[in-house]
């Protein structure tokens, strides 16, 4: 059974740092893409920033130049966000397109982290 899981949310002051984690575990071929969506309460989820085939980045325009998506190696992503503001405030969920096997894709949801920046 394929799992991703999140990891490094909190709670930090304006102006701070935090890196989440996402690990996907079990048995698979390969990670096709990952991804972090985050939601915050009352809006709907939106896709902050991905990464496929461990080079192609795509981040938001609300995040770009402060969030760095990487895949650190053959089963995790990491997210690390800088000079974090109170409108980042959301749940974080990590999502995985992942090669089950050889010819068979399939995605999967996190169960999220929270991310506070409050002061």
């Known amino acids: 059974q394929v799992q991703v899981v999140e990891s490094g949310g909190g709670l930090v002051q304006p102006g701070g740092s935090l890196r989440l984690s996402c690990a996907a575990s079990?048995?698979?071929?390969?990670?096709?893409?990952m991804a972090w969506y985050r939601q915050a309460s009352g809006k709907e989820r939106e896709l902050v920033a991905s990464v496929a085939h461990r080079i192609t980045t795509t981040y938001s325009d609300a995040v770009k130049g402060r969030f760095t998506i990487s895949q650190d190696s053959d089963k995790n992503v990491s997210l690390q966000m800088n000079n974090l503001k109170p409108e980042d405030t959301a749940v974080y969920f990590c999502?995985?397109?992942?090669?089950?096997?050889?010819?068979?894709?399939?995605?999967?949801w996190g169960q999220g982290t929270q991310v506070t920046v409050s002061s």
């Open positions: 999502y995985g397109d992942i090669w089950v096997t050889i010819g068979t894709r399939r995605t999967y």
């Open positions: 079990g048995s698979f071929y390969a990670i096709y893409s």
